[in-house]
């Protein structure tokens, strides 16, 4: 099964291609679009796979019908668990055989098209520069730098909706530099900021972008993700994130 898309990857560059195209629709079925796809993940359905698709979309269907599928399937029955555990722990389990199933099919591509020791040592490297979906899901990464202070680009509208103690860094920032310490302290804060990722699809902090901070999960977002512009976001006062916002009260 891979949502009928007939997609045949025969370098590197193009499975990586491939690779990207499928992690980004998996996290965005994850983060952004995580009501739809916990709806569709009926328990009372049969067996249910995630699949991530190369023009960056998701679809949850049931896995291939022949044996052996065109491509590796991704994990079985996911809906089964959906009920039995905590949301976030559920989550963070598909995350994991998402991440394990996107490294089976970049390798069989890989493999199927003859890449030899040095073109697997350079796509593993591709890959491996990209943060996991588990840890794009749980914020990982984000926590093993935990202590970061403000991101600079836009930085009056992100540090208001970002976490306690960014305002007064903020205003200084803001209020009467000097030009050559202004432009320090963004190249510090770029610096700082290197590893921070969008909650959303993922990719790293770049400095010509417009970011936000969820106040409830301190994750970061791309303004482009969750469809948030400098303008609306200096007129919210507190920014919840799609995930934090679609959160219900287990019984």
């Given at each position: 099964m891979d949502g009928g898309v007939a997609y045949n990857p025969r370098t590197v560059e193009e499975v990586f291609r491939d690779f990207?195209?499928?992690?980004?629709?998996?996290?965005r079925a994850l983060t952004t679009d995580v009501v739809?796809?916990?709806?569709?993940?009926?328990p009372?359905?049969?067996?249910?796979?995630?699949?991530?698709l190369p023009n960056e979309q998701w679809e949850v269907n049931l896995?291939?019908?022949?044996?052996?599928?065109?491509?590796?399937?991704?994990?079985?029955?996911?809906?089964?668990?959906?009920d039995g555990m905590q949301k976030k722990d559920w989550l963070s389990l598909v995350a994991v055989?998402?991440?394990a199933w996107l490294l089976a099919v970049a390798f069989y591509f890989g493999s199927r098209f003859g890449c030899d020791k040095s073109d697997r040592k350079r796509l593993f490297t591709m890959i491996n520069d990209l943060p996991t979906i588990f840890e794009v899901v749980t914020g990982s990464v984000k926590k093993q730098g935990k202590d970061k202070s403000l991101v600079s680009n836009n930085s009056s509208s992100k540090s208001r909706t970002g976490p306690k103690g960014r305002d007064s860094e903020s205003s200084k920032l803001s209020n009467g530099l000097a030009k050559d310490e202004d432009?320090?302290?963004?190249e510090e804060a770029e610096e700082e900021h290197g590893e921070t990722l969008c909650g959303a699809c993922g990719e790293n902090?770049?400095?010509?972008?417009?970011?936000?901070?969820?106040?409830i999960c301190e994750k970061w977002f791309h303004?482009?993700?969750?469809?948030?512009?400098?303008?609306r976001a200096e007129h919210i006062k507190q920014y919840k994130c799609p995930s934090c916002s679609n959160k219900r009260a287990r019984p």
């Open positions: 990207k195209g499928r992690r980004a629709g998996m996290i739809e796809f916990y709806q569709l993940c009926d009372e359905k049969e067996n249910l796979c995630l699949y991530g896995p291939a019908e022949e044996v052996p599928p065109e491509v590796p399937e991704p994990a079985l029955g996911i809906n089964f668990a959906r055989h998402s991440d432009d320090g302290l963004n902090y770049a400095s010509d972008e417009f970011w936000i901070c969820c106040d303004g482009k993700c969750v469809k948030i512009t400098p303008a």
